[in-house]
């Protein structure tokens, strides 16, 4: 049997990229660019990876036809043609690259900002076709004007250094960039519609969203002057593509390029065609041989690392975290899957609210952590594949309110993690620790201090507190074959009850439970299998 994971090139991508993956022994990659989606669709089953342009929608259907997918990798940025929402359902990790074409895209809009301004494309129809006409072409220069720039990110902080060489005024409008970095990048940060009646030339580098759709719509265009040229090399959609034909043919605004556009390709009797004044260009952003080489290079290592090392860190749909924490967020997400599987079995029912507190040198990660706990909690409940992306989407789904928080400075210890939950009308707890070595402590359940290592087979059993019940334990126990590893045991003072916790070498069978259970001063007995 061959269990090395199958990556499926949906759309055709750059060699550099392929003999990444096909130098790699302990991969196998096929080649599905040229065939049908139904091919594709049949040639997903049991694949691990896939990997698209924009070519292939990678809608819900295909992505369940995907049954063993663990990542979607983008030669690309955007992810308008990859269905996000039934990825992290599914429990699929969604990669892209973004830094691959920031180059290419950043020069095409900067291209075309100058195009539009210098009116290259109509002086050009124009000669061809026999005219000398240097009025009508007369356009405007770039050095001294104002360029507004929607969105700072990789390709908007790259535009914004190539209009500086040219001696232009930058402002830019983008929620998610702070005071401080816009003096680090000698811009100035205002508020969208604040910005749009002050620009000269104006360009939108944000992805496509439910936030960012129509974001330049008729309103906004009428906020412009009438000398302002608008520049989309971003995404379709983002302009209102009516409402700017409708601006140019009016003279409300001076010119406008376009490379991306809300259909693609653009429809034969679409306005913007007759527009005056307009550059359009078939979305050639990241169409140089050095953008395509670069994005799949990206993406090729992004989905090796993915398959072969569990290394998720550049997932879209996954919780960011700090390089530098990866391995150390490795045994706290151990731990807490361990807890969740512990506090799944100490509590019945289901569950409605659960709460996590962690403490630790691990400083960014607690979704993840508390994904983790997830995990373990549902694992023997739920069918689904539950891992680190879906199971904060699932707990939404299902209405369980999920907290986290911190806790103050802790000490002899690598992490902390308190967890609790409500069942029903029921709330339970557990805790466990990270020891400086690495080594996992649960060291509290619902209150009793019970520390034990938190592996192999668990026994977890709550009695009345009377003479001879840990006895007869341990005797039904030997007589089972079952030998006791670890045993703690903790009393409450005020129910006199008590708790103990038992690793055991070998895992007993469901008779040994049973007949557990059949002590009469034993109120509950269970046990939990957790990895090694």
């Known amino acids: 049997m061959n269990d090395r994971p199958r990556v499926v090139l949906a759309d055709p991508m750059a060699a550099e990229g392929v003999a990444i993956l096909e130098a790699d022994s302990r991969l196998q990659v096929e080649d599905y660019s040229s065939r049908s989606r139904e091919e594709l669709r ?48 599914q429990g699929v990790a969604v990669m892209n690259a973004p830094a691959g074409n920031t180059v290419s895209t950043a020069e095409l809009a900067f291209a075309l900002l100058l195009s539009a301004a210098r009116k290259i494309p109509a002086a050009d129809r124009s000669l061809r076709s026999g005219d000398w006409d240097r009025k009508t072409h007369r356009g405007a ?13 990789r390709i908007g902080a790259a535009v914004i ?20 970095r816009a003096r680090d990048m000698y811009v100035e940060l205002m508020e969208l519609d604040d910005m749009l009646p002050r620009v000269d030339f104006l360009t939108l580098h944000v992805p496509l969203t439910r936030e960012t759709e129509s974001l330049l ?71 140089t041989h050095d953008a395509q080489r670069e994005v799949a290079i990206e993406i090729a290592r992004s989905v090796r690392a993915a398959l072969l090392d569990d290394d998720f860190s ?36 289901g569950v409605s609210e659960v709460s996590v507190r962690y403490g630790g040198e691990v400083q960014r990660g607690l979704r993840l952590i508390s994904s983790a706990v997830l995990i373990g909690l549902w694992r023997v409940r739920l069918d689904a594949t539950l891992n680190l992306i879906n199971a904060l989407p699932l707990a939404r789904e299902r209405g369980i309110s999920v907290s986290r928080s911190r806790m103050g400075e802790i000490t002899g210890y690598r992490g902390v993690l308190d967890v609790s939950a409500r069942f029903g009308d029921e709330m339970h707890s557990v805790v466990g620790v990270v020891q400086p070595d690495g080594g996992l402590r649960l060291l509290r359940i619902d209150g009793y201090h019970v520390e034990i290592e938190p592996r192999g087979y668990i026994l977890i059993f709550r009695n009345r ?68």
Not at 144 to 153: E, M, R, S
Not at 480 to 490: D, K, L, M, R, T
Not at 510 to 519: C, H, T
């Open 217 to 287: 719509d008729a309103r906004r265009l009428a906020l412009l002057q009438p000398h302002a040229v608008v520049v989309n090399a971003a995404r379709g959609g983002i302009v209102d593509e009516n409402a700017l034909a409708e601006a140019l043919r009016d003279g409300r605004i001076a010119g406008a390029a376009l490379d991306v556009y809300e259909n693609e390709p653009l429809g034969e009797d679409h306005p913007l065609r007759g527009a005056p004044n307009l550059v359009l260009t078939p979305h050639l952003g990241a169409a």
């Open 314 to 349: 550049t997932a879209v749909n996954m919780p960011p975290f700090a390089p530098g924490d990866r391995d150390r967020l490795r045994p706290v997400l151990d731990l807490g899957e361990r807890l969740g599987s512990v506090l799944g079995e100490v509590a019945q029912g």
């Open 141 to 153: 220069q770039l050095s001294g004007k104002t360029l507004g720039v929607i969105g700072a990110g």
């Open 42 to 89: 049949d040639g997903l089953a049991g694949a691990g990876g896939l990997i698209v342009r924009s070519g292939t929608q990678a809608d819900e259907e295909l992505l369940a036809a995907g049954d063993s997918l663990r990542v979607v990798g983008r030669a690309g940025v955007g992810l308008d043609n990859i269905d996000l929402e039934a990825a992290t359902r």
């Open 161 to 180: 250094q190539r209009a500086r060489a040219f001696g232009m005024n930058v402002i830019v409008a983008d929620p998610y960039l702070t005071e401080e």
């Open 465 to 532: 507190d009377e003479p001879g019940v840990v006895g007869e334990v341990g005797t039904r126990l030997g007589q089972a074959g079952v030998n006791i590893a670890e045993f703690h045991q903790a009393r409450d003072p005020e129910s006199g009850d008590s708790l103990a916790v038992l690793s055991l070498d070998e895992r007993p069978g469901p008779e040994v439970l049973a007949d557990l259970r059949a002590i009469p001063a034993i109120l509950y007995a269970r046990g939990i299998r957790l990895s090694s």
